[in-house]
């Protein structure tokens, strides 16, 4: 328990000084959780979804994952996601990858990544679709675009589950959105993949 002591420290400095800016801050908090989107995102440690957004606890759901993949067969992430929308009636889900990402360079790797390989077969079925793209670029270049291209096709996957379908179809307004973090100077990019509708993930997909 001593090597958390300097976490406890670090907790309590952290809310004396929000209850000293924001005195009903955490008495608010309590109170309901209305959160503003559902962030879909990598385990990375190094990729802080309320620090990179300037927002505040409350202010986002969070799922992450290595290299932020969705699964149709993960109950986890399908339940996160039922939650959002259903319970939270979130309107906006952000998919976010970050380039650099481990889970993707280890998916281009030619060594054995034992357990892990079996989540990363996700984002081999990606590279698969995109290989010729792919194959005309350097490592470093590939890997970025991989990151991207990763993010592109987890957010058609968040689309096609039967959870965001049943909200479309009910009217119930719900927009995808594609992101990636660069880890080396702290801006997010549009990956111009924001999805809607039915009928847009259709022309998409086309």
Not at 27 to 54: A, F, H
Request: glycine residues 6%; negative net charge.
């Amino acid at each position: 328990m001593s090597r958390l002591n300097e976490l406890f420290t670090r907790n309590k400095e952290w809310a004396e000084s929000i209850t000293k800016e924001q005195p009903d801050f955490f008495q608010e908090l309590g109170k309901q959780q209305t959160p503003k989107y559902l962030w879909i995102g990598c385990s990375d440690s190094r990729v802080p979804e309320n620090q990179i957004m300037g927002l505040t606890p409350g202010d986002i759901f969070v799922h992450r994952n290595i290299a932020n993949v969705v699964v149709h067969s993960d109950l986890n992430i399908l339940s996160v996601i039922q939650y959002a929308v259903e319970v939270l009636k979130i309107t906006d889900i952000i998919v976010c990858g970050h380039y650099g990402c481990g889970g993707v360079k280890a998916c281009l790797s030619t060594d054995d990544n034992g357990f892990i390989g079996n989540w990363l077969q996700n984002i081999d079925d990606v590279y698969r679709l995109h290989k010729k793209e792919l194959s005309q670029m350097e490592e470093e270049q590939k890997i970025d675009r991989l990151c991207e291209l990763n993010v592109k096709e987890q957010v058609i996957n968040v689309c096609k589950s039967t959870i965001v379908q049943k909200a479309w179809k009910e009217n119930q307004e719900v927009n995808v959105h594609a992101l990636i973090y660069d880890i080396h100077d702290g801006i997010l990019k549009d990956l111009d993949t924001n999805i809607s509708s039915l009928q847009e993930l259709e022309e998409f997909c086309d």
